[in-house]
């Protein structure tokens, strides 16, 4: 997995809550067999229009937010369907951190599994970023993991919590499977207490 | 010992491993997959050289792409549908896992599969990679879903990395009036907390009404735990899940049911249990509802209006005028006067026999509004059979449904069941996000009697009207 230290870029404000992940991700494109190319797709209903042309008033589309690393959104981001899709999309647009007042359980999960790393913060200080992104690419924010700190382009530092074992995996880009494989003696352990205890399942 | 809930008890028997920082190594029971977040995961077990853990308690079945209609026996169509199809079959064979093919009489929706084949029993730690797996904490099993890295991890070493999740009790007192269900409850306690009032908690429903509940009701109950951003739901086994699993292919037999039973009847919330969160709702003020939005909180009972952006506060005021532009509705418009174009009873939501019978019964020697196009989509191959049997099949075709083979269909329309741009729905589904049932669709959620009520009328219905 991709390391995720310090990050300063172009944050985009998208301010609508319930972002759900077909929204972020819809359905034709979970057809692929891969984790890589969603980019191109990334809120497709909300980029483009019918005939495929982009819909100039959405944030993405605009000059100053085509390079936008970290995104600013509503309340429950990330609701709905459980597709890593959304993450993978996210990433491959070029977004590694994405703040909002809250998340939804799975999506919070998937993004540690891929490098991006979602911040929760007070609504009164995602208010305070928001109208930071809306400045434009001249605005850039800077999110560094290490001091779990969000500084706005005024130099406003704003705090943010991180479960620490989290924080660990995305900071080292630590592969979660090979650290579990090195508990493989507990699995065995409790899969042979398990198998008298519960021998039905 | 301290009093537990459920949940802590589900959660403290299946715990492999605590760190000191709280971050826990869980064990699952049971493993359910589909082949939509399954293939980059399987590949990752192949590129690392890494081998399914337990295949023997790990299930597959393809659900999401597959087409509904007769001739899918003659194979996929579209070809990216047909590949990740493709690929499940190979993973199954290659990785040794259970597996119920496309054209194999149990496949169906996964968490129709699971329970009827007995995968899923109380206690169990169940998961996929799919948000749905709410519906098994009907069992009072702890069912989540996962995403496709996390697919990996149980793939791989049979747990999850977790952190415990708090505890909300949802109470449903007393008994449901007539003509409200299941579907009712779990859309008023969205319409209640809102999807993002169970975020970082597991719920547990209780209550006079859900003891009341058939196993099928209960799982659609648990199914929309998810909608309303929970982890999970559960609710504790009693004698009428013990019923229902009896004699399920996979459930336990003699001695080991004796044992599984002594277990399974010490699986319920001490009465001093601790929970951070209750809600209480009483049975007897649930309505009938519909949603009108393009939330699963946009509920209101079918006999109030479209309500108005400045009815609401902070950011649902413009999510409101978003969603009301959106599914084109007007403040103030009865809600019993918006006219549908297509029926869809079906998911895993509301896809199993007694759906399909709730919604007969309304249907029964009536036809559908002229024009309307409707489908049921049963939600396993067994499901199918059975109404056959029972005579339902006809009841829908004779008013007018097409009478479909089993899979998600037009629930996220990844088949060709799908809603064209301002076709308007009344679905027996779980999300009525903007573009899931088809670009540019518009979906009302509703339980089968209520979908069976609108379609012979062509307008949302209160079905009270025709029993």
């Not at chain 2, 004779?398 to 060709?416: H, I, K, Q, T």
């Not at chain 2, 064209?420 to 049932?437: D, H, K, L, V, Y």
Request: hydrophobic share 40%; charged share 25%.
């Amino acid at each position: 997995m991709e390391k995720f230290e310090k990050l300063t870029g172009v944050a985009a404000p998208l301010p609508q809550i319930n972002v759900d992940t077909d929204m972020i991700i819809p359905k034709q494109f979970l057809k692929t067999i891969n984790r890589t190319g969603l980019g191109k797709n990334l809120f497709d209903e909300m980029r483009f229009d019918d005939n495929g042309n982009e819909i100039p008033d959405f944030v993405l589309n605009k000059p100053q937010y085509r390079e936008t690393e970290i995104l600013i959104a509503g309340d429950n981001f990330g609701c709905g369907s459980s597709r890593e899709h959304a993450p993978w999309a996210i990433k491959d647009f070029g977004i590694r951190c994405v703040i909002a007042p809250s998340f939804a359980d799975i999506f919070y999960n998937n993004c540690f599994k891929n490098g991006i790393l979602p911040i929760a913060l007070p609504q009164e200080q995602v208010d305070i970023l928001m109208k930071d992104a809306e400045k434009g690419s001249n605005a850039r924010v800077t999110v560094d993991l290490e001091n779990q700190t969000v500084t706005t382009s005024d130099g406003e530092v704003i705090a943010f919590e991180v479960d620490q074992f989290k924080k660990h995996c995305l900071l080292e880009g630590l592969d979660d499977i090979g650290l579990t494989l090195e508990k493989a003696a507990a699995i065995d352990n409790f899969e042979a207490q398990s198998q008298s205890a519960r021998p039905w399942v | 010992m301290s009093p537990k809930t459920l949940y802590d008890k589900i959660w403290d028997a299946h715990l492999v491993h605590e760190a000191d920082d709280g971050t826990c190594l869980l064990y699952i029971d049971r493993h359910l997959v589909h082949e939509v977040t399954s293939p980059q995961a399987f590949e990752g077990l192949r590129m690392a050289g890494r081998k399914v853990r337990k295949p023997q308690n790990t299930i597959a079945v393809p659900d999401h792409n597959v087409p509904t209609t007769p001739d899918r026996v003659n194979g996929i169509q579209n070809p990216e549908s047909r590949i990740q199809v493709e690929a499940l079959d190979k993973n199954a064979k290659d990785f040794g896992i259970h597996y119920y093919p496309v054209n194999d009489i149990r496949q169906g929706i996964v968490h129709i599969v699971g329970p009827e084949q007995g995968w899923t029993l109380p206690g169990m730690t169940v998961v996929c990679g799919d948000s749905h797996t709410a519906t098994h904490g009907a069992f009072g099993a702890l069912a989540h879903g996962i995403g496709t890295s996390e697919v990996e991890h149980v793939l791989a070493t049979q747990t999850l990395i977790q952190t415990k999740s708090k505890n909300m009790k949802v109470e449903i007192t007393g008994q449901l009036r007539p003509g409200v269900t299941a579907k009712d409850i779990t859309l008023s306690v969205i319409g209640r907390t809102g999807t993002a009032g169970g975020t970082g908690y597991v719920i547990e429903y209780c209550g006079e009404a859900i003891r009341s509940l058939s196993m099928e009701g209960r799982m659609t109950v648990c199914n929309m735990a998810i909608e309303g951003g929970a982890r999970a739901g559960l609710i504790a086994p009693d004698e009428t899940t013990y019923a229902y699993i009896n004699g399920r292919p996979h459930a336990p037999k003699g001695a080991q049911w004796e044992a599984a039973m002594a277990w399974w009847k010490t699986l319920y919330s001490d009465d001093d249990a601790h929970w951070d969160k209750v809600i209480t709702i009483k049975g007897e003020e649930i309505a009938p509802v519909v949603t009108w939005g393009t939330s699963p909180e946009d509920v209101l009972a079918i006999t109030e209006s479209v309500p108005a952006p400045e009815d609401f506060e902070g950011g649902k005021v413009d999510a409101a005028r978003r969603a009301l532009d959106y599914m084109g509705l007007k403040p103030g418009q009865k809600l019993s006067e918006i006219e549908i174009d297509t029926v869809f009873i079906g998911s895993c939501t509301n896809g199993r026999i007694e759906d399909l019978r709730a919604a007969a019964e309304i249907l029964k020697g009536k036809k559908i509004k002229d024009g309307l196009r409707a489908m049921v989509v049963p939600g396993s191959g067994l499901v199918r059979a059975q109404a056959e049997e029972e005579g339902l099949a006809d009841i829908f075709k004779e008013a007018g449904f097409e009478w479909r083979l089993a899979g998600c269909s037009m629930c996220l329309a990844m088949n060709p069941d799908q809603l064209t741009p301002g076709e308007r729905c009344a679905a027996t589904s779980n999300r009525n996000f903007e573009g899931r049932q088809g670009r540019g669709g518009r979906t009302h959620l509703m339980s089968p009697q209520m979908a069976a009520a609108a379609a012979v009328t062509g307008r949302l219905t209160d079905v009270r009207d025709l029993m």
